[in-house]
């Protein structure tokens, strides 16, 4: 008996599913349904342009071909990119145990939803499904934007490099909120530019955020006890005052606020999350 196929060989079927899709003019975005034991039960791709049907998403898609299952408990799903929230509810409403995702750089959906309410995701990172999507968007940005619902993304400039609205500057011990926050402004069409999740193996990441502070018109401040005693947290905001770039101090913990953040009305995390979350969004569409 042949041993369980790898979560990389799993994800080369929704990869190829995708490829499929390009091929015939949609968004190169595959998936796939395998049993714990490697069989594979179903695959599909997205194919709202080839349709005409928003909700021909690729797990949509893997999943009518997987045909009518008793449970879905011990069920792997397999998708080229983060499910969107439409997708997470699939995944949701029917129990899968494992999602397993190429990449979740280009778009974060509802991973860290399916995480926090005890999901096993995995993401590969995969550098295959990030440029077959990313190079795609910047061919049919409309499409894409159509794809996810959003009236707002990434643009391509004239060099075909992605910029993105807002830059989060924080520092590591508050990795977790700045995270969710991302998350929360991605699926609100503010996509941001955070290097946990655009910062590539390999890549100078020095380098790879000064380019980004350039191009971001706005950066978001996380402040807290670590991060006003972060010298890399306010060489950031040095950089972004002197560029002039719209600086938004996002008040996670109490601290000392810098003396030249002092002047700049913050949004308040402190004791409401949803309230905090309610005035940034308040000042990105400003």
């Keep these: 008996m042949p041993p369980p196929l790898t979560p990389e060989a799993m994800l ?127 061919a049919h940005t409309e499409i894409w934007n159509e794809d996810i619902g959003k009236d707002e993304n990434p643009v391509a400039t004239e060099t075909g490099q992605v910029t993105h609205p807002a830059f989060i500057s924080y520092c590591r011990h508050d990795l977790d909120f700045a995270k969710k926050l991302a998350n929360d402004l991605n699926t609100s069409g503010f996509p941001i530019w955070l290097d946990h999740a655009r910062l590539l193996a390999g890549q100078a990441w020095d380098r790879a955020v000064e380019v980004a502070l350039e191009r971001c018109p706005k950066v978001l401040v996380v402040l807290s006890p670590a991060a006003v005693t972060s010298d890399n947290v306010m060489n950031e905001v040095t950089f972004a005052l002197d560029e002039g770039k719209t600086v938004i101090p996002v008040l996670y913990q109490d601290c000392r606020i810098p003396l030249r953040l002092r002047r700049l009305q913050y949004a308040d995390f402190r004791s409401n999350y949803v309230d905090g979350i309610s005035q940034l969004l308040a000042a990105m569409r400003i």
């Design 12 to 138: 080369a079927v929704a990869i190829e599913e995708a490829r499929i899709g390009l091929a015939e003019g949609g968004i190169p975005i595959g998936a796939a349904i395998f049993r714990c034991d490697g069989t594979l039960l179903g695959s599909g791709h997205n194919r709202r342009v080839q349709h005409n049907d928003a909700s021909a998403h690729g797990e949509t898609d893997a999943f009518r071909n997987a045909g009518r299952q008793r449970s879905y408990r011990d069920l792997i799903m397999v998708t080229t990119l983060a499910p969107c929230w439409y997708c997470t509810g699939l995944i949701r409403q029917f129990g899968f145990k494992t999602v397993i995702i190429g990449e979740s750089q280009t778009f974060e959906g509802g991973i860290h939803w399916l995480r926090e309410n005890g999901f096993e995701v995995h993401d590969l990172a995969s550098r295959e499904c990030i440029g077959l999507l990313e190079r795609y968007i910047r």
